[in-house]
């Protein structure tokens, strides 16, 4: 695999940890792990950001969603930094973690973008952001719109996200646009032996569950917490282990909520790991959702997943294969039911939590997000 010079910008700071709940610095890790020699432009300043926050808060009090990135003069500023920076770095090829660098920047650089979401389906389907003022929201499809024309490839994570931006711009930008899944956000992952003897060590007589999510609502909790309740309901032995937020009203002795917890300290990771390890399934029944790096994570410690068939999710989880997924409104009983029925055949069950390891190992890898973007390159490189 030939190396390729290769400049990758991010509106964060590409070597936090908590940029984009990691995504940003695993992102440009792969890169570089893949052959890519990487010049790193980021973070990237936002002019006036006390004006904007303001603004954001009167609109809102007016009864509009707010949208930073929809803003001229931000994505302008944006521009003029990267093209400053641009002058003295070194690469063959543009790489950005996100759109908003790209708007409005002029190079010669052939680019490539990497993206959850497209305008479009992030504003049809996520809380906060389905109610722009027209003004806005035209804005922010003809962002889009300009990088599409003006980008050599446009790698979203989820078949979702590409559809809807063919969709709504055209099929003229097929050609260009590609589906590139990303890999889970954690420093070490298990090897086969580990997800081996994890899998063995899950107790048969009980039911272990992990809710993993900053936002409760969004990601489903009260789903999560029914479906909880409706297993104790039927006599089976559960427990529902919550990470990342805390529940709004008191849970039954059942739940055990830990709050946030830091994937970058070296305690908050070992909890993590033990809870995956630990848990029969993750349960996230997210009701938008854009891609779920939880749902990759728990794959790649041999944990399938249940959840929504939502945005960029069917990209990532595939019935009987890593987990399963229920429509928005499918009652407790239906995951609970799945559940059992898991659990009532050990065998099948332990089939299933392989078949999930080895989705991670085949397809929701960073490994294979790497690859695939050198292979895209190194192609339009010699055409």
């Known amino acids: 695999m030939s190396a390729i010079d290769a400049i990758y910008i991010s509106v964060d700071?590409?070597?936090?940890?908590?940029?984009?709940?990691?995504?940003?610095?695993?992102?440009?890790?792969?890169?570089?792990?893949?052959?890519?020699?990487?010049?790193?432009?980021?973070?990237?300043?936002?002019?006036?950001?006390?004006?904007?926050?303001?603004?954001?808060?009167?609109?809102?009090l007016r009864g509009?969603?707010?949208?930073?990135?929809?803003?001229?003069?931000?994505?302008?500023?944006?521009?003029?930094?990267?093209?400053?920076?641009?002058?003295?770095?070194?690469?063959?090829?543009?790489?950005?973690?996100?759109?908003?660098p790209l708007t409005y920047l002029e190079t010669r650089l052939p680019i490539l973008f990497f993206d959850d979401g497209s305008v479009p389906g992030i504003m049809k389907l996520y809380p906060g952001h389905t109610h722009y003022h027209p003004r806005i929201k035209a804005d922010a499809y003809e962002m889009e719109r300009r990088i599409l024309e003006k980008c050599l490839y446009a790698c979203y994570m989820?078949?979702?996200?590409?559809?809807?931006?063919?969709?709504?711009?055209?099929?003229?930008f097929e050609p260009k646009i590609r589906v590139v899944p990303i890999g889970a956000n954690l420093e070490v992952t298990p090897t086969a032996a580990?997800?081996?003897?994890?899998?063995?060590?899950?107790?048969?007589?009980?039911?272990?569950?992990?809710?993993?999510?900053?936002?409760?609502?969004?990601?489903?909790?009260?789903?999560?917490?029914?479906?909880?309740?409706?297993?104790?309901?039927?006599?089976?032995?559960?427990?529902?282990?919550?990470?990342?937020?805390?529940?709004?009203?008191?849970?039954?002795?059942?739940?055990?909520v830990y709050g946030?917890?830091?994937?970058?300290?070296?305690?908050?990771?070992k909890l993590i790991e033990s809870l995956y390890r630990?848990?029969?399934?993750?349960?996230?029944?997210?009701?938008?959702?854009?891609?779920?790096?939880?749902?990759?994570?728990?794959?790649?410690?041999?944990?399938?997943?249940?959840?929504?068939?939502?945005?960029?999710?069917p990209t990532i989880v595939r019935d009987g294969e890593n987990g399963w997924l229920f429509p928005l409104d499918a009652p407790a009983e239906a995951y609970a039911s799945r559940i059992q029925t898991c659990l009532q055949a050990p065998e099948s069950y332990g089939s299933l939590c392989r078949s999930s390891y080895a989705a991670f190992q085949t397809r929701l890898n960073w490994k294979q997000f790497g690859a695939t973007v050198h292979a895209l390159v190194s192609q339009a490189l010699r055409a």
């Open 260 to 269: 946030f917890v830091p994937k970058q300290s070296v305690e908050g990771a």
């Open 13 to 60: 700071n590409p070597h936090d940890l908590r940029s984009w709940s990691g995504t940003t610095c695993f992102m440009g890790r792969a890169l570089a792990a893949a052959g890519f020699n990487l010049s790193y432009i980021g973070p990237l300043r936002t002019p006036s950001p006390l004006w904007y926050r303001i603004k954001g808060r009167l609109l809102r």
């Open 158 to 172: 989820s078949e979702w996200a590409a559809e809807e931006a063919l969709a709504t711009y055209g099929r003229q």
């Open 278 to 313: 630990e848990c029969h399934f993750l349960l996230l029944p997210s009701q938008a959702e854009a891609y779920g790096i939880a749902f990759v994570e728990a794959n790649a410690h041999g944990v399938p997943a249940l959840g929504c068939r939502v945005g960029g999710v």
């Open 194 to 256: 580990e997800v081996e003897k994890a899998i063995q060590s899950r107790p048969g007589n009980r039911c272990n569950l992990l809710f993993v999510g900053v936002d409760w609502n969004r990601k489903g909790g009260s789903i999560a917490l029914a479906v909880t309740q409706e297993l104790h309901r039927r006599g089976v032995d559960v427990r529902l282990e919550v990470v990342g937020c805390v529940p709004p009203a008191p849970v039954p002795g059942f739940v055990k």
């Open 64 to 100: 509009w969603d707010y949208l930073l990135f929809a803003e001229p003069r931000v994505l302008k500023s944006y521009a003029r930094q990267a093209a400053q920076a641009l002058r003295s770095a070194r690469g063959q090829v543009l790489l950005s973690c996100g759109k908003p």
